[in-house]
């Protein structure tokens, strides 16, 4: 059974970074596509970044809003997968969830429904 483990959230200023971690337990993790997504109250999860497994080179893809300001990494020693964030704004307060699958094609790494394990998700408030 592969299970997600979000950390790092919390509150912070305009301006300030956070960087969040996600723990795959699962034995083959380099073969993984792992991605970020966030849901504010009212709205629809959304796209962040993923980053592939061995077999995408571990390149990361990013969405528009968030690129150059959002960088994913991945340690697979540690089987572990990073958000930095800089620059946070307020519009970027929802919860973060970090997802995985090992057979999303790059055309649907950006879609959701391409993953099949979630974490519990963290959550990140922006504020003065």
């Known amino acids: 059974q592969v299970q997600l483990l979000e950390s790092g959230g919390g509150l912070v200023q305009p301006g300030e970074s956070l960087r969040l971690s996600c723990v795959v337990s699962?034995?083959?993790?380099?073969?993984?596509?792992v991605g970020w997504f966030r849901q504010a109250p009212g709205k629809e999860r959304e796209f962040l970044a993923t980053?592939?497994?061995?077999?995408?080179?571990?390149?990361?893809y990013y969405a528009d809003s968030v690129k150059g300001r959002f960088t994913i990494s991945r340690e697979n020693a540690k089987k572990t997968v990073y958000l930095q964030m800089n620059s946070l704004q307020p519009e970027d307060s929802a919860v973060y969830y970090c997802?995985?699958?090992?057979?999303?094609?790059?055309?649907?790494?950006?879609?959701?429904?391409?993953?099949?394990?979630w974490g519990q998700g963290t959550q990140v408030t922006v504020s003065s």
């Open positions: 997802a995985a699958g090992n057979t999303i094609i790059l055309s649907a790494v950006r879609s959701a429904g391409s993953y099949n394990y």
């Open positions: 699962v034995g083959s993790f380099s073969t993984y596509t």
């Open positions: 980053i592939r497994g061995s077999s995408g080179g571990g390149r990361p």
